[in-house]
């Protein structure tokens, strides 16, 4: 395992794909300046839009694409433009069958030559792999790949890579092609493997709840760019902008425009009167997340109800709708009667305001203490 540092990385690409209305903007670069540490062992969660970098970042790390700049050090040593198969890495793609070149070869080849480590090693791993991934996993192993569904051959392919005792695990999309019963318990397993062996990992995701799940920390991407690296509390609670505080989150947080004087806050026509707060009067972007409204406050502003959407494993229902144009989800308990508007109150203590133009966050509620 192995310590993962990047330094001002650039990635341009050659804007040579034809069809160029699958890149949004030709000019920007697949990834600007990103900076990144992960620590020896670490997990970190890599989410971000289609299209922000996430498969990029993962390809520098490997050597199968080289910046333009900027350095890729393991364990302080310059990797950058060493080849991907004299890495050490292992690799899961969720169409990981078309890089078949990707994992064995090169990381069994480190396995033996640079670690030195005995057979006897070697089956002692496999033997808790085999553990972890449960009654059959011999089986499947032991099978042509052919001979496997589609969701065997993902967990045979990472159980594999862990086996071999890659320096770092790079996994992309691992399992996003497999049902939901399946995902969640493929998760879970990778996830033991992982802390068991205790392996450096960027996992990248497009699904919060296995960014969440999976990861020590979640790294945030947009446009090339990494906009904030943190655990999930952190950037639940402390978002540095807009775009991560609505990122992070379900539903997503609801977003109104505001002006503040003192202590009156103005959403439309409706002045609310809130606790005091250390910002300048001034226009502003309001931010609320569903758990973050009181119901029925006669005080409150009115919402109007477009559908409430009951969630019962949760005891709890959801109730969507407007307020004063703008999307609002608020929680509500299971029984929630339906109406077709609610007066609603920011409850103050968990309110985030974000610059009205740069977006940046000005307040936010600090990450709560559980004890
Ligand atoms: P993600 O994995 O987050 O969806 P990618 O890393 O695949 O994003 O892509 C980042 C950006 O680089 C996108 O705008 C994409 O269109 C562009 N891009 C990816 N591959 C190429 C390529 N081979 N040539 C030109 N542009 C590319
Ligand atoms: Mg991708």
């Keep these: 395992m192995a310590k993962v540092e990047l330094k001002n990385i650039v990635r341009n690409y ?7 209305a699958l890149i949004e903007d030709k000019n920007r670069p697949a990834l ?19 299209g922000c970098g996430k498969s990029t970042l993962l390809k520098v790390i490997a050597g199968l694409e080289f910046p333009d700049s900027g350095q890729v050090l393991y364990n302080d040593f310059d990797v950058t433009h060493v080849e991907p198969q004299k890495r050490g890495i292992g690799m899961v793609f969720q169409d990981y069958a078309l890089y078949p070149t990707m994992k064995g070869q090169g990381n069994l080849h480190y396995y033996f030559e640079v670690h030195q480590r005995t057979q006897e090693e070697m089956d002692q791993r496999t033997r808790e792999v085999a553990q ?9 192993i032991g ?33 996003s092609n ?41 790294v945030v991407m947009r446009k090339g760019n990494i906009e904030q690296v943190g655990t999930f509390d952190e950037l639940y609670y402390t978002p540095v902008n807009l775009f991560v505080a609505t990122f992070i989150g379900s539903p997503p947080m609801s977003i109104l425009p505001v002006s503040k004087q003192g202590n009156t806050l103005k959403i439309g026509d409706t002045s609310l009167e809130m606790l005091p707060i250390s910002l300048e009067d001034g226009a502003y972007r309001l931010g609320v997340r569903s758990e973050g409204w009181e119901l029925n406050n006669p005080q409150g502003v009115m919402m109007a109800v477009r559908h409430i959407e009951r969630i019962p494993t949760e005891q709890a229902s959801f109730i969507h709708g407007t307020v004063g144009g703008e999307s609002v989800s608020v929680l509500a308990p299971l029984d929630q009667a339906q109406v077709s508007e609610i007066r609603v109150m920011p409850k103050w203590d968990q309110v985030y305001f974000f610059d009205a133009s740069s977006e940046a966050a000005l307040h936010t509620p600090s990450v709560p203490e559980l004890f």
Excluded: W
């Design 14 to 20: 050659q804007a040579q794909l034809e069809d160029t």
């Design 32 to 50: 600007s300046n990103i900076n990144l540490t992960i620590a020896e062992g670490e997990i970190v969660s890599v989410v971000g839009p289609s």
């Design 132 to 140: 972890i991934m449960g009654v059959g996993f011999d089986q499947l």
């Design 143 to 175: 099978q042509n790949t052919t001979a496997l569904s589609g969701g065997e051959q993902q967990r045979v392919a990472i159980a594999r890579c862990i086996v071999r005792d890659p320096l770092i695990f790079l996994m992309d999309e691992p399992i």
């Design 178 to 218: 497999l049902d939901a019963k399946l995902r969640e318990r493929t998760r879970i397993e990778i996830k033991r493997m992982l802390r068991k062996f205790k392996v450096t990992t960027l996992y990248v995701t497009h699904d919060q709840q296995e960014a969440i799940f999976m990861g020590d920390r979640i």
